[in-house]
């Protein structure tokens, strides 16, 4: 059930629906929960029991956590957790990887073995549900949150289903506190904001993500049958596409949270204005990167860091944010290449001649967009061998005739630029909030009759989703 099908809307206008008219918090609050695991059965009925597992570990941990007064006592129960959360991402996510990698190895090695790889079908939005519950895992032990006492808010805390596909990563002392207070729709629902939110995460999914699908992927899938300039226009239209399809789906999740009451991180804060990488991962996945940070990257680093030690933290924080999008060296390798641009930033910044350079700051921000833009091939095809064929023909090394498409990709990145700047101006998120009623729902449903005409002929599922 995808966010841009009618069996969707029809879904959630049941649930708002009956959500709305009970007086009882609690009657609210289950019906919601029954819901999320309703579209979460959708996807996959047979890993509901992961979802139920996760949350008794969190719940049951986290109270016993709330017991123990000292931090040395909580440990125990702290691992616990990790070793049911991890084990479960690890074994339906990482097995076949790693013990492919093991038999490569071995083979390098001269050390010739065999086993059979087990078919394991991968949980839908299991990284995101894991790391959720490893967040208020770690807040609970370090004790910046109280334990979550009431067992149907916790586990609604895990299975949400605006977010449970792909996110956004709450924190338990963002959600969890909003689940203990009753909500009221004249409060709590920003209804104007919600309605344009879920419109326009909508025009960025079904109608741009999906529509550059159709162009993007058999360019992807094959390099050498297409032109030098063919490549190029490829990976600049993947440069949108990969932000329209996950900040659609985010826009949408933040959306539909809205209209019933509760109120999620806002996931992209118009990531392709960065001027450098590390601001770019500030706007990008907001909610990962900071749990990244906060969870990993700060603990690693230390709080009296030397310039080795925030290096290594960086790779190594930055390795395993590439592996958490996927179980393939081609993510890792994605990462780390982000974790070493990063460091360059950081040995830039603190040297002189950064300071001696402010004339060419002007270049921050294409250079930030190019290096950007170019890495997100090797996060695309997956696999080294077909990403180097890929940048053979864009660089010219391999294959690939000259084509009428030359500038075609600076054009989509000029473009994609202007429309991003004038997002960014929040004018007629304004002008929407002043007008009549009336005049606002004329001009919300002529919105919609625009935009669904434009609507992709073929649905593609979620990027993030296989995350």
Known sequence: ????????????????????SLRAARARKLVLLVASYAFYASWDARFLPLLWLTSATGYGCGLAMGRQPERARRRPWLLVALVVDLGILGFFKYHDFFRRSALELLG???LH???????VVLPVGISFTTFQALGYAFDVYRGKLAPARDALDFALFVAFFPQV????ISRGGELLPQLAEPRRLAAHVPVRAALLGFLAGFVKKACVADTLATLVDPVFAEPAAHSRAAAWLAVALYHVQIYCDFAGYSDMAVASAALLGYRLP???????????????????HVTLSTWMRDYLYLPLVGKRPSSARRVGALLVTMGLCGL??????AFVGFGVLHGVYLVVEDLWR?????????????????????VVLLTWPVFRLREFAQARALYGLLLGVEGGGSGELALGWLAVVALFYAAQRALATHALAERCARAPAWAFALAYGFAWSQVLPWVAAKTTPFLYSRF
């Open 1 to 20: 059930m995808l966010f841009t099908q009618a069996l969707f809307l029809v879904f959630f206008a049941a649930v708002f629906a009956l959500h709305w």
């Open 108 to 110: 390098w090695l001269g």
């Open 113 to 119: 073995a065999s086993a059979s790889t087990l078919d």
């Open 165 to 168: 596909l792909a996110g956004p």
């Open 266 to 284: 806002r996931n992209f804060e118009l990531p392709y204005l960065a001027r450098s990488i590390g601001e770019f991962w500030r706007r990008w």
């Open 324 to 329: 958490w999008h996927g179980a393939g060296w």
């Open 350 to 370: 603190r040297s002189a001649l950064a300071r001696t350079t402010v004339s060419l700051r002007f270049l921050a921000w294409p250079l930030t967009t190019l």
